[in-house]
């Protein structure tokens, strides 16, 4: 899916418009999986000065929608389309991501290891820094 939003905050009604025009292509059969209230909520709260349409040309995941869209998107597809065995492997997905992005995040904050570049970097300007302060005056000066 190409992701909208990166430039401004969209706001949560337009979200809901996006999210009511997706949910109108999904089968009756998938759509009666959602229950009634909370297609009804959607209905009621989206905004309807802001137009946005499902490009008929284009699979779900070739639609520029927001962030915020997909997440509710992935929310009800989560919790109301998905069967048993599907729900399981998502949730597996989605931990091993978790756990992936943690350790990711660990390596780079890591307090050992937080200083380490700082460190080396000021250590080679204080080593170039006494070169030059032990040249003499006057090769500095006249470049010899």
């Avoid at 943690?102 to 380490?116: D, H, L, M, Q, T």
Wanted: with cysteine; hydrophobic share 30%; proline share 1%.
């Amino acid at each position: 899916m190409k992701v909208q939003g990166c430039e401004k905050i969209m706001k949560y009604e337009e979200c809901l418009v996006e999210l009511d025009e997706i949910l109108k292509h999904l089968s009756n059969e998938d759509l009666k999986k959602i229950p009634y209230e909370i297609r009804k909520a959607i209905n009621e709260q989206k905004d309807n000065n802001y137009n946005w349409k499902y490009d008929e040309h284009k699979d779900l995941n070739q639609q520029t929608i927001d962030r915020q869209t997909i997440a509710m998107l992935s929310y009800l597809n989560m919790e109301y389309l998905l069967n048993k065995e599907q729900k399981l492997l998502m949730h597996k997905i989605h931990t091993f991501n978790e756990n992936k992005a943690e350790e990711e995040k660990s390596k780079k904050y890591n307090p050992k290891n937080i200083f380490k570049n700082t460190f080396v970097n000021e250590k080679k300007e204080n080593t170039t820094l006494e070169n030059t302060t032990n040249q003499k005056w006057y090769k500095k000066f006249f470049h010899l």
